[in-house]
Every structure is written in C-alpha cells, then in structure tokens.
C-alpha cells in the first residue's frame, strides 16, 4: 500500500497530538512584543526611536465641524512608518465642540522619517495651514535595544526616577519617569515621559510610553508643606500626583495622601 507524504505527516501529527507532546513549528516561532507610545504635543523638537512592529499614536486638538484636520503634510511619504487609521474624538457632547484626532502609525521598516503634520482644511489648496507639528522618527529593527522605544522632548533632561511593582497577571511591572524643562533654573515648557513596561506578561515584555506636561505645587492631606509634582496628560484629561520625599516620588492616592496600595508604583531617584 503507497501513502504519499501528506498522509504521513497527518499521521505524525496526529501520534505527537495523541501523546500530549507540543511540537513547536515555524508559525509560533517566538516575536519581539510591540509597544505602543502615545504622545501629544512635545514641543518643536521632539524625536521618538521605535523598533518594528510599534505602534506610535499621536494625539492632538481638532474640531472637525470647523473643517480642519490634521493630516502628513506637503510631498510627506514616510518610508519607515506607516499611516494606519486617523480617527476623531469630541471633547463634550454637543455640535461642534472641540475635541481631538489620533493619529496612528506603525513602524514598518528600519529608516528614519521626519514626519509634518498640517493641521488645515484639505480643500484649500495651496493655502498655509493653521498649525504645523513635526515628529523625528527613528526606526530600528525588531531585535534591537530592549530600551526601546524612547521619547525625547524638547529641553533638558533634569533627572529620572523608576521603580518596579507587583503585577496581577505578569512578573512587575517597571515604571520609569523622565522630567524635561527648559533649563534646570528655568521650569518652563516642562515634559514627562512615563515608560511603563509589563515583566514576564503571557505576550512576552510589553511597555506602553505616555507624555504630558508636569508642574510643582505644594501641600497635600497630610503634609502642607509638601512638594508635589503634577502630572498632565497631554493626550487626556488625566492627572497623576507624586509626592517628593528625600529622592522618591511617592504615588498620591484620590484622598490626597500616599497610596498605600502595592499596585501602585513609587518611584526611585537615577544616577
């Protein structure tokens, strides 16, 4: 009796099956985990180095009634990255309110791009638009840096804090904080960025990149005379509290006083 190679392979598969036995094939080889890094406006030099197959989400201000939107501008045809959906969010629930646009991207090939976008209306040609705002992209490939991706706004960079947390479903999770100003005397057009990196997850090590907008007040529940820095999402509403103390930053719960939950990550002065 003949069999031809087919039936011989079911057969294998089926006896390996059969016995509980995993054999691996080249479909489930093992990937890099992607990351996405959602950024808003970072002043006019900020530069983002991502490794192939991240996501990059770019977040800003737009009323669509207006008939403006944002969009590459000029002869932009990104080779590196690669626009993949544009969508629209309204801030408040009423005919023309302002609100904003995601611009979403992956990372396609290892180059580097600088990427424009022009916030105008698409109808008129060959007028100026109302606002400009431009990215420096960096790609590498996939099996680059675990650093990766990094984002670097605009000013100097005034110090770094991280530290690491439990985790429900993963090994810890590891948070690292970078403060951006002008100049160290000088806090104004301050950023953040906030990396947040999931250990041991079932997708392997997955990290999510957040930015914003920090600034200093004083006082919380508990301590008036503490110094407390703000953080502003700059692609929501959102707002996080660490308080200073000696060279932490301990994470401020909704009561105004250092949280005491082991979810919660605080955070340790770099070198």
């Given at each position: 009796m003949r069999h031809d190679a087919r039936f011989w392979f079911r057969l294998c598969l089926t006896m390996v099956m059969a016995s509980g036995v995993y054999m691996p094939i080249?479909?489930?080889?093992?990937?890099?985990?992607s990351t996405t890094v959602e950024i808003g406006e970072l002043g006019p030099q900020v530069r983002v180095s991502l490794k192939v197959g991240d996501t990059l989400r770019i977040v800003l201000p737009s009323t669509p009634s207006t008939g403006y939107s944002w969009?590459?501008?000029g002869?932009?045809?990104?080779?590196?990255?690669?626009?993949?959906?544009?969508?629209?969010k309204s801030g408040q629930q009423r005919p023309g309110a302002a609100g904003s646009q995601t611009i979403t991207l992956t990372a396609n090939s290892p180059g580097e791009d600088h990427l424009v976008l022009s916030y105008a209306r698409p109808w008129e040609k060959g007028t100026k638009p109302?606002?400009?705002y431009s990215v420096n992209i960096v790609v590498s490939s996939a099996g680059a840096s675990p650093d990766l991706p990094v984002v670097t706004p605009a000013g100097t960079l005034l110090g770094t804090y991280s530290g690491k947390s439990r985790c429900a479903d993963c090994s810890g999770i590891l948070t690292t904080l970078a403060f951006y100003a002008t100049a160290?005397?000088?806090?104004?057009?301050t950023y953040y960025v906030r990396t947040t990196k999931y250990l041991g997850s079932p997708k392997g090590d997955t990290a999510f990149v957040s930015a914003g907008n920090w600034s200093l007040k004083?006082?919380?529940?508990?301590d008036p005379k503490a110094v407390?820095?703000?953080l502003h999402s700059n692609t929501s509403?959102?707002?996080d509290d660490y308080q200073l103390k000696d060279d932490s930053l301990l994470v401020i719960g909704s009561d105004g006083k250092p949280a005491q939950n082991p979810y919660n990550t605080n955070l340790q002065k770099q070198p």
């Open positions: 080249a479909a489930q080889a093992q990937t890099t985990p969009r590459p501008g002869n932009d045809t990104p080779a590196a990255i690669q626009l993949k959906t544009s969508t629209f109302a606002r400009t160290p005397q000088q806090m104004t057009d004083t006082g919380t529940a508990v407390v820095y703000s509403d959102h707002v």
